[in-house]
């Protein structure tokens, strides 16, 4: 019986990386701005674990000795936006001795709301450990339903409170950040996309929109292949949409601006993988060369309408829309695509103006 139980807390901890260790004597509390995981029990060591999910995770490890805690690795309970049922395993050993049987009670409560209150399941102090069903594959705390829905509906961080009390085999109680990650696009491919794809960007300021497959909780964004810290950021995923990101200026505009990123999974770590994207900075405005109007010939008496013809260039990204405005510069009038030649009224003054793929504007010009 004991190496079952043993075979059983291996592969949880295996999984998942997943190990916490309930000991006997509390930690210090932390302030509750940045909620810090804390345990207390009589329940010597405990693990605590998630079904294998990308959506869902409980990791970290808990040193003994309170004073090691800040070195810890970090503590939480994750899961995806969306996420509608949750199963925790849990394993415990006691010092109560062999023989001694009782039964567990699991309590789960997710931001000071209850989320689970199954039945206690019998377990029995067989050598260290506590034999009881909350390990088995079907078996643990399956949570389902609000306050689990309600709780994952948005992105966020909160406070998970669990506690297995096992009368006179133990008790272990975890209070632990509970963080709400956002869901992986199901419209993306993991990898990264500056401002969404696009071609030209005409600020250095830019959107980085990342897609992912599993629970994405940082990424280490850099200016640089080699990711030198000067040139590097590590970003906690904590919100939905996408990062803001600072391109660099570089004197020479013609070379593209290249993004690299590494994402880090709660279950797996850093991943080796780099994506990288990259996407040309045009800051020059694009310039109309001439506008010059062209009678509409001695045919139309009226005289209704005239041709406008407009040459214009840009550095880098093209010219790629315009705006033509009668009787002075209006810079609400309405935006088309770069045409060179444009029907406009038979009298008054008429001015233009030039956009580049990149968003610049040119001056306006009159025609003349
Ligand atoms: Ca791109
Ligand atoms: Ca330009």
């Known amino acids: ?145 609000p306050p689990l829905s309600d709780v994952t509906s948005k992105v966020g961080v909160g406070r998970a409170d669990l506690a297995l009390d096992c009368g006179a085999l133990g008790t272990a109680t975890w209070s632990m950040p509970l963080v709400v990650l956002p869901s992986a696009p199901d419209d993306r491919e993991p990898g990264v996309s500056i401002d969404d794809g696009a071609d030209f960007t005409n600020s250095t300021k830019v959107k980085l929109h990342l897609g992912w497959d599993g629970l994405l909780d940082k990424v280490k964004v850099s200016n640089d292949g080699g990711f030198a810290p000067s040139r590097t950021k590590e970003i906690k995923v904590r919100k939905e949409g996408p990062l803001d990101w600072t391109v660099i200026e570089l004197a020479a505009e013609r ?72 009787g002075k510069p209006k810079k609400k009038a309405k935006v088309v695509k770069f045409r060179k030649a444009v029907k406009v009224p038979g009298a008054g003054p008429v001015f233009v103006r030039v956009r580049d793929g990149a968003g610049n504007w040119s001056r306006w010009r009159v025609a003349g």
């Open 255 to 326: 070379i593209p601006r290249t993004v690299y990123v590494k994402f880090h999974y709660i279950a797996y770590g850093w991943q080796k993988q780099t994506y990288t994207d990259d996407i040309i900075l045009d800051t020059v405005k694009p310039e109309v060369v001439s506008a010059s109007m062209g009678g509409s010939g001695a045919a139309t008496l009226s005289a209704s309408q005239r041709t406008l013809r407009v040459r214009a260039k840009d550095n880098k990204s093209g010219i790629a829309s315009m705006q033509v405005s009668s």
């Open 1 to 145: 019986m004991k190496s079952m139980g043993m075979t059983a807390v291996g592969r949880t901890v295996v999984g998942l990386s997943a190990v916490l260790l309930a000991v006997g004597s509390g930690l210090p509390t932390a302030a509750a701005a940045d909620p810090a995981p804390v345990y207390t029990g009589t329940i010597t060591e405990a693990y605590l674990d998630a079904q294998p999910d990308q959506t869902l995770a409980v990791i970290g490890t808990l040193p003994t000795n309170p004073a090691a805690a800040k070195n810890a690795d970090p503590i939480g309970w994750y899961m995806a936006k969306g996420l509608q049922s949750a199963r925790l395993v849990w394993a415990a050993k006691t010092n109560a001795p062999f023989g001694t049987s009782g039964s567990c009670q699991p309590s789960v409560s997710l931001d000071g709301q209850e989320a689970y209150s199954g039945p206690a399941l019998p377990a029995g102090a067989g050598g260290e450990w506590l034999l009881m069903p909350l390990y088995l594959p079907n078996g643990g705390t399956l949570l389902e339903g």
